[in-house]
C-alpha cells in the first residue's frame, strides 16, 4: 500500500540505538533519557525534555544528513512515496554549526534519499511554542529569508499549553506572507477550544492532530466544511495517554464526519511506532479498509506543501 507521512519531526525519528551511538562518540551523558534502548519519559513535559537531550546529541552536518537519509530510506522501503520533515536550525546552533548548515545537511539527507529510493520530501520550519513568541517568530524570520527551495511549510510545535495562539499570530504571518503553507500544533494537549483559536487567528491549510476538536460537534463540522486537513498521529496520541488505546481514539468519528485526516508517526522510537505500524492499525484496530486508508494517503498528497507539477506526479501513483 502506498504511504505519505505530513507529520514527523526529524529529530523525533533518532533511532534509540544511533542515540547511544552519538553521545558516546561525543562524551554526552545520556543516562536520565535513554536505558535500555528505550527513551525515558513519563508525561508531555518529560517528553519534551527528553525530546530535547535527544536532539542535541547531534554535533555535525553529516550527524543530521544521516538522520535524514537513513529515515526516508526506511520510509520508502515501506512504500511511502512522499514525506515532510519538521526541522529546527536552532539545533544546528546548538550542535555548534550555524541555521544554514543544519538546513543544507537535512537538504543533502533528502537529496541522498531521493537518488537511492525515488522518495520524495519537503522541510517544514518549527517554531517551538514553549520558547516564546520572539523564538517563533525568528523561526518564521528565518524560514521565509534563508534560501533552501525544500523548505515549504511552516508549523508550530512545542507546549500546547504555553500561551494563547494570538501571542503568535505574528509569526504564522509572516510565514504566510512569505509564500509558506502553514499548519499548527493544535488539540492535542489542549482541548477544542485550542482548534478553535487556531482556526479562528492562524488560518491554517492543517493542523497537526486537531483530534481534540471531537470533543465539539459544531466545531468538527467546520473542519469539514473548511476543509481543514488534520495530520492524526494515533500512536502518538495513546503513548502520550490523549487517548487510552485505539478503540477509543477519534480518527474514525472525524473521519466519518468527513474532516480531511491522514496518518502520520509524530517521533516514531519516542512512542513505539512508526509509519508503517500507524497504517497497520488504522486497518487492523481502527476498521479502516484498504479503500478508506488509500483516500488518507491521497488526502495527505493533496495537502502537501509541494508544487502543483509534483503533486500531479505523485497523484499518478495511485491511478488504477
Ligand atoms: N507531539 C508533539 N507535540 C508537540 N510538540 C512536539 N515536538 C515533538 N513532538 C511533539
Ligand atoms: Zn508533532
Given at each position: 500500500m502506498i504511504k505519505a507521512e505530513l507529520h514527523c519531526h526529524i529529530e523525533g525519528a533518532t533511532p534509540p540505538a544511533l542515540a547511544a551511538r552519538l553521545a558516546a562518540k561525543y562524551g554526552i551523558d545520556l543516562s536520565r533519557y535513554l536505558a535500555d534502548g528505550r527513551y525515558l519519559w513519563h508525561d508531555f513535559s518529560s517528553f519534551i525534555a527528553c525530546y530535547a537531550a535527544i536532539a542535541n546529541v547531534f554535533r555535525s552536518e553529516e550527524d543530521f544528513a544521516a538522520l535524514a537519509e537513513a529515515y526516508l530510506i526506511e520510509l520508502a522501503a515501506e512504500n511511502t512515496i512522499y514525506a515532510e520533515l519538521f526541522v529546527s536550525p536552532e539545533q544546528g546552533l546548538a550542535a555548534g554549526l550555524s541555521k544554514d548548515g543544519y538546513m543544507r545537511a537535512i537538504t543533502a539527507g533528502i537529496e541522498a534519499a531521493r537518488d537511492k529510493t525515488g522518495i520524495e520530501a519537503r522541510m517544514v520550519m518549527i517554531g517551538e511554542r514553549h520558547m516564546g513568541p520572539e523564538q517563533v517568530e525568528g523561526a518564521a524570520r528565518y524560514a521565509v529569508s534563508c534560501?533552501?527551495?525544500?523548505?515549504?511549510g511552516f508549523n508550530m510545535a512545542g507546549d500546547?499549553?504555553?500561551?494563547?495562539v494570538d501571542d503568535f499570530g505574528r509569526a504564522f504571518d509572516i510565514a504566510r506572507d512569505g509564500g509558506l503553507g502553514i499548519t499548527i500544533h493544535a488539540g492535542?494537549?489542549?482541548?477544542a477550544f485550542s482548534v478553535r483559536d487556531a482556526l479562528d487567528r492562524?488560518?491554517?491549510?492543517?493542523?497537526?492532530?486537531?483530534?481534540?476538536?471531537?470533543?465539539?460537534p459544531d466545531l468538527v463540522r467546520r473542519l469539514a466544511d473548511e476543509g481543514v486537513v488534520l495530520e492524526v498521529c494515533p500512536g502518538s496520541n495513546i503513548a502520550l495517554s490523549v487517548y487510552p488505546d485505539f478503540a477509543a481514539h477519534p480518527l474514525r468519528r472525524l473521519f466519518d464526519a468527513g474532516v480531511k485526516v491522514t496518518l502520520n508517526s509524530d517521533d516514531p522510537p519516542f512512542f513505539h511506532t512508526s509509519l508503517a505500524r500507524e497504517y497497520e492499525a488504522a486497518r487492523?484496530?481502527?476498521?479502516?479498509s484498504t479503500d478508506e486508508i488509500d483516500m488518507m494517503t491521497r488526502t495527505a498528497i493533496e495537502a502537501a506543501f509541494v508544487d502543483e507539477p509534483t503533486r500531479e506526479r505523485l497523484l499518478s501513483r495511485f491511478a488504477g
Open positions: 534560501d533552501f527551495p525544500l523548505l515549504t500546547e499549553r504555553m500561551g494563547r492535542e494537549v489542549c482541548g492562524v488560518r491554517p491549510d492543517r493542523i497537526g492532530h486537531g483530534v481534540r476538536a471531537v470533543e465539539e487492523d484496530e481502527m476498521g479502516f
